[in-house]
């Protein structure tokens, strides 16, 4: 019954097309069509995680050709619980969009899409088809952005797509060069091959350094992450909520997998300097993600640069070889995706029901949305890393795994970040719960006095600078409130979790 | 030195494409041009794979002997990333346009001082 | 010694945490909601008290909900210690629920539902602080409590609140950063974080650069909020806070969480005689007594009421940690029984200093002569708790300090006693003017006190209320502020002219036997507020006079008594 795995990319994608079809028959057609595919991806997904993490791994050969010439699918608690996140969070997303997203049919075909790009990253167990999944995410993650309205999100789409082009094929490059040197692309053959080659070769050891950056670029780690934050920052809200929560998960994803399970950790033994600047990458990008975040004005650029810090904290936990750390990362990485994509969302909902998108804007935020306040607040001490919640889980992992390997100075890193992240969420938890509405504003809130909580409100200071305020649905309420609510859940789960996980990560570490 | 020059000039090329890309990408203020950048670049890497799959004096990929050919998965690897390069560049264009006709121009430079003021 | 599996420690975290949604949802009336803030007090109350018994017969109860992370499960366990902190912070918190009706009711204050919710929230963490298992679970409350706190320090939404509350998470936060460092290393050093009487076994054969650097990280962290020179400076600044929060949270359950994270680590991490063999306890006595000496002298010099008992906290929170540094038996038994001995008493001192803005919006110490007239009962409860805090005998302060002092002279260690004597002398220097003004000046008649009044570096004329001159030329008149600023005053001068212009209100020719100014004269019947706030400050005086006169009746006493004994296995 492994013949599921290909459903999970073949659903997906088969939906994409349908949504376009549909588009020619009626026009904004493309929700229900979207929810469909993405519950059946769910249950797809579900079903491949359960088998997964209880029963053991997953394979597929697709189209009968014998590994290592064919394309192999495989589907281990690693990838198993990166492809949950995605379904999961793709359904949650679509039901946030139906009121605010975009509506068009074509919209939905490129959700769709990036929707099968990182299913299939996620379940390949082959470099190229990796490469392909890679640039097809790329592709519709470049649409989605640019489906904002206005030139902005054009310009910040055109920018992505030339920086993650160069990470694509950079990735191609450096797969290149390891297919050179031992004539295969399979992930498992690769792995044995290389190491019969020799770790410390300049052939393999060029190989890693152009797969890894080019994943890096993909991931925004810092100095590669100039793409990131003004395309999180253009697109429509929707977008920048899924982005933000899956497409550099996956990218880092398929970094643990390729060190992993293609290098190896004995690659990294044998070669102490990448293992090392992988860790100095990972410290820069703490503690300068963090920097830059606290210097931006825009609730969402400061956003997408804390994402730059706490992919900083998922590579550190790659770069300790620990099994710890290694579960630590996993578990941020899921955390950091329900957190991140949560506030994303939520300040895309007081976006719509406020016109607030500036730090200041979010002065006296509280009285005039207390829902969207609160799940924000609780949203941001989540990621601060307030215990119990996952954000403190997956740090405490990770921080365990440093000093397990005994590398202080990354300890010191990722303690501190606690403080490097309070740095930026402060300032808007102060202004919400602590400030009055500015004078401006409290107009809108007269205004407000007698509509509900989801009617409309008048633009805030201005109407020309900030966007018309639309309807705010309850659907996106439910979706921020489901968010801020698995931050806090999740970080009870994660030692079931672990245990789950646990051998999947231990082989990877062998 | 030069034994490596007249023996492996497609690795030269190679290089000397993906260099003149990523000038391309970086010097260039015309976003069309960058794309072009990209575009050589990307050839430089399908260039570079095509040259790894040639074997000296082998036959062509159909097997009908038994003496050395040409591996022809390169060639299959590269096919599909050409396809992949030519939805990349029909996606930046389509952005090329949408931009031109909300600015007016395809001066990067003044692009991102125009996103600066909004 | 049996473990009971109950689910009475949850209880008592879970009434005051479930307490906020009601609280939050009946915020159009306040009626409903302080009804609900008052079950949930006394629930949390009843639950701890239920325990109490069998914790001192020997019995601990846990609540185990399985693994949180690998190796450490999340629990909840009554202990000794934990009993000790947790009763009283419930204990507190029913008397600070009726008097912060009366504060916030009598200041109209804003945002009450918040500041309600805020409160039970800290309260459900400060007990869940009390009954951590381990470390980790321990960190896990630490860490809310000071989530939860942070709305109440910054309630005012002045500029000056605000700075307060970024003062307080910067601080509190990293020191947070230095425990979970320091958990990290035990963690490492002996694959559990369990408190176990005596300390972790591992840790003795542990590498002692790594013990000791474990210790530092976890005292200097627990240190912030315990407010351990030169860590202090939050404290002071979080006055701005309504006075109820000033006195439950900054001198009970903050603080005190601190103390009582340093109090664990010593004893149940580390354990005392491991802590002696690392050489950790003397440079941690030194600071504690430092700080307990500096911060008596800074008290002298606040003319603000407030601010002279903040630091006067600072203070006596280092008595604690020097008793826990000392190590010996006997100044264990002092430090940890001067935990709820202080809270009674720093509790009623701030209730009074509240009870004293609410009614007179007096702020300043020297606008006090003769309000002992206008506020008789008050100022009793306050001169008793002052006494109490300078340690003269039959009030609590006495009974602990009488340990520390045992403690210190029996461990050979006399420069801790002459530094607790000092302090204690500061003590009288800083509390009896206060007292001395109420009772026996009057507003035109009041002596000079130059050691607290005159201006630092030389005399500075000072002719008339309306010029209030300091030595570093800064002049002291602040414009009038909209919003109260429940009688902080954020220089050590006080507030003035604004202050003495209050005052004056309530101070009238008429009410003196020959013309002269004099405070509104009222009854001992309680005409001088409401009883909302006189309850709970004759309370908290009588539990000061309880712990001082019948040590041995009160619980407290037992419980550490039997924390000594688990820690030490000697009885004292």
Known sequence: MSDLVPFAVAVPIVGSVLALLAGLVRSKSGWPVAVVASAVHVGVAAELARRALFEGTVRYVVGGFEVPYGIELVVDGLSATVLGLVAVVSLGVLAYARVAGPRSNPFYAAYLLLVAGLTGLTITGDLFNMYVFLEITGLAAYVVVASGDGGRSAVAALRYLLIGTVGASLFLLGLGYAYIATGTLNMGDLATLLAEYGHTTTLVQTAFAFVVVGLLIKIAVFPLHTWQPEAYAASPDSVSGLISALVSTVSAYALIRVVYTVFTPEFLAANPLARDLLGVAAAVSIVAGSVLAVAQTEVKRMLAYSSVAQYGLVIAGVSLVNETAMIGALVHLVGHAIMKGGLFLTAGLVATATGARTVDDYEGLAERLPAGATAFGVLALAMVGIPPAVGFVGKWYIALGAVETESWVLTAVIVGSTLLTLAYFARLVERMFFRETPVAAGDAEAARDDADVGADVTAADGGDRLPAPGTVSLGMYAVVVAAAALAVALGAAVFEYAALVEPTVTSLLS | ?118 | ?572
């Open chain 3, 1 to 572: 010694m049996t473990e009971i599996h109950s689910l009475r420690p949850v209880a008592a975290v879970l009434i005051s945490l479930l307490a906020t949604v009601p609280i939050l949802a009946s915020r159009g009336r306040p009626n409903v909601r302080e009804t609900w803030t008052m079950l949930a007090a006394l629930g949390t109350f009843g639950v701890v008290a239920s325990m109490v018994p069998g914790v001192l017969a020997g019995d601990t109860y846990v609540t185990d909900f399985g693994t949180f992370v690998p190796e450490v499960s999340f629990a909840l366990r009554a202990d000794p210690l934990g009993i000790l902190f947790a009763l009283l912070a419930s204990t507190l918190w029913v008397v600070t629920s009726l008097y912060s009706i009366g504060y916030m009711r009598g200041l109209d204050e804003h945002d009450q539902t918040r500041y309600f919710a805020a409160f039970a929230g800290s309260v459900a963490s400060a007990v869940g602080v009390a009954f951590a298992h381990n470390l980790i679970v321990l960190y896990v409350f630490y860490e809310l409590l000071t989530v939860a706190t942070y709305p109440l320090v910054a309630h005012d939404e002045t500029d000056e609140a605000r700075a307060a509350g970024r003062k307080y998470l910067a601080y509190t936060f990293g020191g947070g950063v230095a425990v979970l460092a320091g958990i990290l290393l035990v963690f490492v050093l002996t694959g559990t974080t369990d408190f176990t009487a005596g300390g972790i076994a591992g840790l003795a054969g542990a590498d002692p650069a790594l013990a000791r650097a474990a210790f530092g990280l976890l005292v200097a962290g627990f240190g912030v909020k315990a407010a351990l020179m030169p860590m202090h400076s939050w404290l002071p600044d979080a006055m701005v806070a309504p006075t109820p929060v000033s006195g439950l949270l900054h001198a009970v359950a903050v603080v005190k969480s601190g103390v009582f994270g340093i109090a664990r680590v010593v004893l149940d991490v580390f354990g005392p005689d491991l802590v002696g063999d690392l050489g950790m306890g003397l440079p941690l006595a030194v600071v504690a007594a430092l700080t307990l000496v500096i911060a008596s002298v800074i008290a002298l010099r606040q003319d603000n009421l407030k601010r002279r008992l903040a630091f006067s906290t600072v203070s006596q929170l280092s008595y604690i940690v020097l008793g826990l540094a000392v190590l010996h038996p006997m100044s264990l038994t002092g430090g940890l029984l001067h935990i709820p001995a202080h809270a009674f008493m720093k509790l009623t001192l701030f209730f009074c200093a509240g009870a004293i803005h609410v009614e007179t919006h007096t702020d300043d110490i020297s606008n006090m002569a003769g309000i002992g007239k206008r506020m008789p009962l008050t100022m009793t409860a306050f001169g008793i708790a002052a006494l109490g805090m300078a340690g003269i005998p039959l009030v609590a302060g006495f009974v602990s300090k009488y340990f520390l002092l045992i403690g210190t002279v029996s461990a050979g260690q006399m420069v801790f006693t002459a530094a607790l004597l000092v302090s204690g002398v500061l003590n009288i220097a800083y509390f009896w003017p206060v007292v001395y003004a109420a009772f026996f000046e009057t507003p035109d008649r009041s002596d000079e006190k130059p050691v607290i009044g005159a201006a630092l570096g030389g005399w500075v004329a000072r002719d008339g209320a309306d010029q209030w001159l300091a030595s570093d030329g800064g002049a002291g008149g602040r414009d009038g502020d909209p919003t109260d600023d429940h009688g902080y005053a954020d220089d050590h001068e006080g507030q003035g002219p604004v202050d003495s212009a209050a005052a004056a209100e309530h101070i009238d020719r008429e009410h003196g036997p020959d013309y002269r100014p004099e405070w509104e004269h009222r009854g001992w019947t309680g005409e001088e507020s409401t009883w909302f706030m006189l309850g709970p400050i004759l309370f908290a005086a009588a539990g000061s006079l309880t712990l001082g006169v019948v040590p041995d009746a009160a619980v407290f006493l037992r419980i550490v008594r039997l924390v000594v004994a688990g820690a030490t296995g000697v009885s004292v």
């Open chain 2, 1 to 118: 030195m030069i034994d490596v020059i007249a023996t492996r000039y497609y690795y030269l090329a190679t290089f000397l494409l993906l260099g003149v890309g990523t000038y391309m990408m970086i010097g260039n203020r015309n976003i069309v041009k960058k794309v072009i950048g990209v575009n050589i670049f990307q050839t430089g890497i399908f260039l570079f794979f095509i040259a790894s799959a040639y074997l000296e004096g082998a036959n062509p990929p159909v097997l009908t002997t038994e003496a050395p050919h040409v591996s022809p998965l390169p060639h299959v690897l590269i096919l599909t990333a050409i396809v992949v390069g030519v939805s990349l560049t029909a996606v930046a264009l389509g952005l090329v346009v949408r931009i031109y006709d909300e600015y007016g121009t395809l001066d990067a430079d003044t692009l991102w001082e125009v996103r600066a003021d909004e």
